[in-house]
T-cell receptor, first 113, second 110 residues
Framework: ETGVTQSPTHLIKTRGQQVTLRCSSQ?????VSWYQQALGQGPQFIFQ???????GRGNFPPRFSGLQFPNYSSELNVNALELDDSALYLC????????????FGQGTRLTVV | RKEVEQDPGPFNVPEGATVAFNCTYS??????FFWYRQDCRKEPKLLMS???SGNEDGRFTAQLNRASQYISLLIRDSKLSDSATYLC???????????FGGGTRLMVKP
C-alpha cells in the first residue's frame, strides 16, 4: 500500500460529459502528478501540482484541468469527454526534491461510451 | 520518434533464466532514470533507480550508458513472480515530469 488513494476506481461516462477524478496524496507529500495510461501503453504525463500551483504540463488539451487543495489532495477534471479519453488515470505523489520516488495510486479506470 | 523506447515483448522465459531488457531515450539532458514494474491492472511501482555506475539489487542489475542514451535491466534466476510489465522511466531535467516507455512484458513459465 502506497498511501495514495484515488476515487472512484471505475467510471463510465458518455461522450461530451464532464468528469472529476480525485486523489489523496501520501502523508508528507506536497507534489501530485497525474498520468493517463491507455491500454497497452505506458503512462503519459498530464500535469503536476506543487503547493496548489500547476508545476509542469504534458501535451494534453486545455479541457484537461486540475486543482490541488491545501491538504495536498488533488482533482483532475476532463470536459467534453471523447472516446479516446478512455484510459486508466493514475495519480502519483512525491516529496519535494529532484529525482524523488513517485508513489502511484491504484488508478481510476474511465470508460467513455 | 518516441522519447523513451522499449521492445514491447513479450519475453517468454523459463524459471531460472536470465533475461535482459533495453531502453533508449532521446533527451540527452535527462538526469534521472528508473525502472518501474507494473502488474496486470495495477499501478506502477518503483523497482529501482538507475545510476551511471550501475547498481544491483538482489537478482536485478540496472545499467546506464549516457553516451549511447541507453538503459538496461538484467534479471537473473527468473521467478514466476517476476511476470509483469517493466517500464523504463526518464525524469526531465527539472525533475517534475516522468516520461515512460511503452513497457516490456515478461512472462516467466514453469
Amino acid at each position: 500500500e502506497t498511501g495514495v488513494t484515488q476515487s472512484p476506481t471505475h467510471l463510465i461516462k458518455t461522450r461530451g460529459q464532464q468528469v472529476t477524478l480525485r486523489c489523496s496524496s501520501q502523508s508528507g507529500h506536497n507534489t501530485v502528478s497525474w498520468y493517463q495510461q491507455a491500454l497497452g501503453q505506458g503512462p503519459q504525463f498530464i500535469f503536476q501540482y506543487y503547493r496548489e500551483e500547476e508545476n509542469g504540463r504534458g501535451n494534453f488539451p486545455p479541457r484537461f484541468s486540475g486543482l490541488q487543495f491545501p491538504n495536498y489532495s488533488s482533482e483532475l477534471n476532463v470536459n467534453a469527454l471523447e472516446l479516446d479519453d478512455s484510459a486508466l488515470y493514475l495519480c502519483a505523489s512525491s516529496s519535494p526534491g529532484w529525482g524523488t520516488e513517485a508513489f502511484f495510486g491504484q488508478g481510476t479506470r474511465l470508460t467513455v461510451v | 520518434r518516441k522519447e523513451v523506447e522499449q521492445d514491447p515483448g513479450p519475453f517468454n522465459v523459463p524459471e531460472g533464466a536470465t533475461v535482459a531488457f533495453n531502453c533508449t531515450y532521446s533527451n540527452s539532458a535527462s538526469q534521472s532514470f528508473f525502472w518501474y514494474r507494473q502488474d496486470c491492472r495495477k499501478e506502477p511501482k518503483l523497482l529501482m533507480s538507475v545510476y551511471s555506475s550501475g547498481n544491483e539489487d538482489g537478482r536485478f542489475t540496472a545499467q546506464l550508458n549516457r553516451a549511447s542514451q541507453y538503459i538496461s535491466l538484467l534479471i537473473r534466476d527468473s521467478k514466476l513472480s517476476d511476470s509483469a510489465t517493466y517500464l523504463c522511466v526518464v525524469a526531465n531535467n527539472a525533475g517534475n515530469m516522468l516520461t515512460f516507455g511503452g513497457g516490456t512484458r515478461l512472462m516467466v513459465k514453469p
